[in-house]
Every structure is written in structure tokens, then in C-alpha cells.
């Protein structure tokens, strides 16, 4: 039925237009009275519980940052069966991001291409939303996914960072640090060890007890995976996001001039299935057990999450699905993967 759907109408709609409206239904489902009845047939089964984090999941598998960038629809994923939600991205300074257009679907290849550049309220009103949260009986894992502030400049981004950090890691579950987005000038570069190292230690004091990861981008080589992957454990964090998107267009099959028409822009969706994978691989290989890795990228279905598991990942991620599989994906997820196998605890 939501296949159809959006073959005879959403796709006909903007997509960032779409997503607004999805959200606006997606809030609708995190209404107390609405949530209790949804949750019914969403839960997802016992046997999906997944610790991690030193917390504890309803499910290994949640919605990466990006999806949620307010913490305006946490409740509502919720309520459709995610076993956690990371809002963001957000940034100590409320931004607008990039003009639009700047959402696109590729979708004979069931990906985006997004250049959103951080558009959000800002990290206090994140923080707000995230506090009137956790006073709820029931609620989601909530991560918070914190980038840096566009009118801020590269060599300033520790202290922009760290403003973030204060601000929303009293109310947060977990931080994750974006230095990898490819649409915020100068970000990537702060992925390099000699800058990466002193930001994440300012941050990982500024945010406490909260467990603090870094996101990590699939174009790195395996040689500077190799390099974030041991400073990460070195600086005590407690864990890796794998990965973020690609700027790579390769192995497309929309045409390659409409794609170059798109512009600049990260890649999400089935097609960084391979490279996350490899990404998730490879950083597992170097960290100890006890170090959380979250795998996000090119992960569609119930058998991409036992592979993902099966690889080394904690948890499991995922966002750009959702636009293709509807609001009922997550549910189907969980229920795909109770019978695929019990996850491990």
C-alpha cells in the first residue's frame, strides 16, 4: 500500500516538502493516546532487547541522525517500533543550512543525495524538546548527533563543539561528535588525527558521564580509519558511528548527467551498503569488544542488520529506507529479524 503511495503521490512532492509531511504524521503517532495504540502493534519482541552503550534497546536497530534534526519526532519513531532515535544534526548556533534544493531521490537506485548543511533550531531548543522527553515513563534511547556551527570557523570548532555538548548532554542518552558531513565547509578536514585528537578530548570532558561517540565518513582511507578508530579508544570515547554518507557517485544507475545536474551533495541509501560494511569491518578489527560500533549506511532490510550484527556492530542504524519503505518499515524490520534470529545480549 505505501509503495504505492509513493510511486502515485509523494514522489511527485519536493522531497524535503515530503519529509515535512511524513514528520507531521510521524509527530501525530507520538500523541500519548495515539502511541499507546500504535505501540501495540510495533513493540518490538522481547527478544530483540540489545544492550549497549550501558544502556539497554528495545531493538539493535534505530533511526540514524539526520531524520529527526529537532527531536521534534522522537516520541513518534518511537511509537513505529525503533529501538532508538539519534536526533540532530545540531549545532550550538540555530542555522537555516543550505538554499534549496537541496534533498534529491535517486530512486532507481532507492538512495538520496542530500546537501541539507545542518538546518536546525540550534542545540538549546534540542535540549528542551530532549528534557520535557525524559520525564515520560516510556521513551526511546535518545542520542543526540551535535556538528558545528556554520559561521564558525574550523580553527574555533572545539569551543563550538563544546557549547553543544554542555547544552545537551545533561539530556541525552549518548553524544555522537559529526566531523564527517560533506556539507558544512572545512568539516572533513577535522577528521585528520592532528585536529581530530584535542577536539574530541575537550568534548569528551565537556559531556561527563554521557557515553560520547565519533561519525566517521565512508571515503576515508582504510590507513586513516585504521588512525580515528585507535584515537577514539585512546581518548576514552565510547564508541564509532559507521559511517555517514559518501561523496562518491560510483556504481549509480541513474544516469550520470542527471546525477552531476543534482550537484554536490552526501550519498546515502543502498549503494554505500558495501563501503559501510567494509568501513564497520575494518574498525571492529581494531578496537576492543567492549567499544560500541553503530553501523549505519545502505541498510534497508532485516537481513542487512544480522549482517551488520554478524560483522561486529552493536547497533544498527538506519534513514533513508524509511522514504521508500514507509512508516510500518521499522516494525517490519524487528519482526524480520525475531524470526531471522535472536540477537545477541
Excluded at 501525530?28 to 540489545?50: D, H, M, S, Y
Excluded at 528495545?58 to 532515535?85: C, M, Q, R, T, Y
Aim: with cysteine; aromatic share 6%.
Amino acid at each position: 500500500m505505501y509503495r504505492l503511495l509513493f510511486d502515485l503521490v509523494l514522489r511527485r512532492f519536493d522531497p524535503e516538502t515530503a519529509h515535512h509531511l511524513a514528520m507531521a504524521v510521524i509527530r501525530a503517532a507520538g500523541v500519548r493516546p495515539i502511541a499507546a495504540v500504535v505501540r501495540r502493534f510495533t513493540r518490538p519482541a522481547e527478544e530483540l532487547r540489545t544492550e549497549a552503550l550501558g544502556l539497554v534497546f528495545e531493538s539493535p536497530f534505530g533511526i540514524a541522525a539526520g531524520f529527526d534534526k529537532n527531536a521534534v519526532g522522537a516520541l513518534g519513531l518511537h511509537a513505529l517500533g525503533f529501538g532508538h532515535i539519534e536526533v540532530g544534526t545540531v549545532t550550538a548556533i540555530a542555522q537555516d543550512g543550505n538554499p534549496k534544493p537541496r534533498l534529491f531521490r535517486l530512486v532507481a537506485d532507492r538512495a538520496l543525495i542530500n546537501r541539507m548543511g545542518f538546518n536546525n533550531l540550534g542545540a538549546a531548543a534540542a535540549a528542551e524538546r530532549l528534557r520535557r522527553m525524559r520525564d515520560r515513563r516510556r521513551r526511546p534511547v535518545l542520542g543526540v548527533n551535535i556538528g558545528k556551527s556554520r559561521v564558525v570557523d574550523v580553527v574555533d570548532a572545539t569551543a563550538d563543539y563544546v557549547a553543544s555538548t554542555r547544552l545537551v548532554a545533561p539530556v541525552a542518552d549518548y553524544l555522537v561528535v559529526n566531523v564527517s558531513s560533506p556539507n558544512t565547509p572545512g568539516l572533513r578536514g577535522l577528521q585528520a588525527a592532528e585536529t581530530l585528537r584535542p577536539l574530541l578530548a575537550e568534548v569528551h570532558r565537556a559531556a561527563g558521564d554521557t557515553p560520547l561517540l565519533v561519525k566517521i565518513a565512508p571515503d576515508l582511507s582504510d590507513d586513516e580509519i585504521d588512525t580515528i578508530a585507535r584515537l577514539a579508544v585512546d581518548v576514552g570515547l565510547a564508541g564509532i558511528v559507521a559511517t555517514n554518507t559518501t561523496i562518491s557517485r560510483d556504481g549509480l544507475t541513474t544516469d550520470a548527467a542527471a546525477v552531476a545536474a543534482l550537484g554536490a551533495g552526501g550519498l546515502s541509501g543502498a549503494p554505500l551498503r558495501a563501503r559501510s560494511l567494509e568501513v564497520l569491518r575494518r574498525v571492529r578489527a581494531v578496537v576492543p569488544a567492549s567499544f560500541c560500533v553503530i553501523a549505519a549506511g545502505g541498510v534497508e532490510s532485516a537481513s542487512d542488520v544480522v549482517e551488520r550484527l554478524d560483522a561486529g556492530a552493536d547497533l544498527v542504524q538506519g534513514y533513508s529506507a524509511f522514504i521508500y519503505e514507509g512508516p510500518f518499515w521499522g516494525r517490519r524490520i524487528n519482526r524480520e529479524l525475531a524470526r531471522i534470529r535472536s540477537p545477541r545480549r
